[in-house]
């Protein structure tokens, strides 16, 4: 058993899990929305850097920063034109959930049929940097390197940025108390929109990011959106820190379970991982009781 070769699949998938699972759990954190279209942002990232790519020779590099861009577009327009007023329309957490979770599940629907109607059901990819790298005793090809540490640096740059910066700060504290922030000045509105903004921007940039070593098609976003609601609620919803360990003891136990078993094992492992979570930890590994609206 290569122990190496499996620590930088635990890395690299890892990475992925914690960038997608990151975006999801800001906008829920921030706004108590329920964004089951998650993945369906993903998804169009990767067609980004695919179209890019093969039709206009744009380096997936650079297609990092325009799905993150639009990404970041589509989350203000989606807040400004129907997530603001659907916000302050509901008063309590409980309506505010069942109400986003429908309305982002008609997006899902939508977004997915629209995907498979313009790009066709067929799986797509493209190659880039494709050479092997040796780590050790293990390999990885270039890309996925590249995709790695791109990742880890977002969700570095995402954590100093919660922490240092004081738009980061507010949305700290609107996560942990929300109606405290509201009494010492916090501009919520302000806050929930860049909220939005950088959740969508995350899922794009890792889409692009899975593009670069894997197929990508319309229905894709399905399986990484119940991996990121695992991790988050690993991690405790809403919890940012929480959420990016869970994603890489998620990514451990699926990477070294699968292979001192079978892949055969890979859902009983995740979701066996979920439900004991679940009944002994029911608010996560790091999960605190949310505030209320």
């Known amino acids: 058993m290569n122990i190496e070769q499996l620590l930088i699949a635990t890395l690299t998938s890892g990475t992925m899990y914690a960038l997608i699972a990151l975006g999801l759990n800001l906008v829920y954190g921030t706004t108590r929305l329920l964004n089951i279209a998650h993945g369906e942002?993903?998804?169009?990232?990767?067609?980004?850097?695919?179209f890019g790519f093969v039709?206009?020779?744009?380096?997936?590099?650079?297609?990092?920063?325009?799905?993150?861009?639009?990404?970041?577009?589509?989350?203000?327009?989606?807040y400004t034109g129907l997530l603001r007023n659907l916000i302050e329309k509901y008063p309590t957490v409980e309506q505010l959930e069942a109400n986003s979770l429908?309305?982002?599940?008609?997006?899902?629907?939508?977004?997915?049929?629209?995907?498979?109607?313009a790009f066709s059901p067929t799986a797509?990819?493209?190659?880039?940097?494709?050479?092997?790298?040796?780590?050790?005793?293990?390999?990885?090809t270039l890309n996925r390197l590249v995709a790695t540490g791109i990742g880890?640096?977002?969700?570095l740059g995402i954590w100093l940025f919660l922490w240092r910066h004081p738009i980061g700060l507010a949305m700290r504290g609107l996560i942990d108390q929300r109606?405290?922030?509201?009494?010492?000045?916090?501009?919520?509105?302000?806050?929930?929109?860049v909220s939005l903004m950088l959740g969508f921007a995350t899922a794009g940039i890792a889409?692009?990011?899975?593009?670069?070593?894997?197929?990508i098609t319309p229905y894709m976003g399905g399986p990484l959106l119940i991996g990121a609601f695992v991790v988050a609620i690993m991690g405790g919803l809403g919890r940012i820190g929480g959420g990016i360990v869970a994603a890489f003891v998620l990514s451990a136990v699926e990477t070294f379970g699968v292979a001192f078993t079978s892949p055969s094992f890979r859902s009983i492992l995740l979701?066996?991982?979920?439900?004991?979570?679940?009944?002994?930890?029911?608010?996560?590994?790091?999960?605190?009781?949310?505030a209320a609206r």
């Open 41 to 50: 942002l993903v998804m169009l990232g990767g067609y980004v850097a695919y």
């Open 55 to 78: 039709l206009l020779g744009i380096n997936p590099l650079v297609s990092v920063v325009i799905a993150a861009a639009l990404g970041a577009l589509a989350g203000w327009l989606l």
């Open 102 to 117: 429908l309305i982002f599940f008609g997006l899902s629907i939508i977004i997915q049929g629209l995907a498979a109607w």
């Open 124 to 140: 797509k990819a493209y190659t880039f940097l494709g050479d092997v790298v040796h780590i050790g005793a293990g390999v990885i």
């Open 152 to 155: 880890l640096f977002c969700c």
């Open 179 to 193: 109606q405290a922030a509201r009494v010492v000045g916090v501009n919520v509105d302000r806050v929930q929109a």
């Open 207 to 215: 889409g692009v990011l899975i593009s670069m070593g894997e197929q």
């Open 271 to 290: 979701y066996g991982l979920f439900v004991a979570i679940l009944l002994l930890r029911p608010k996560g590994l790091f999960g605190r009781s949310v």
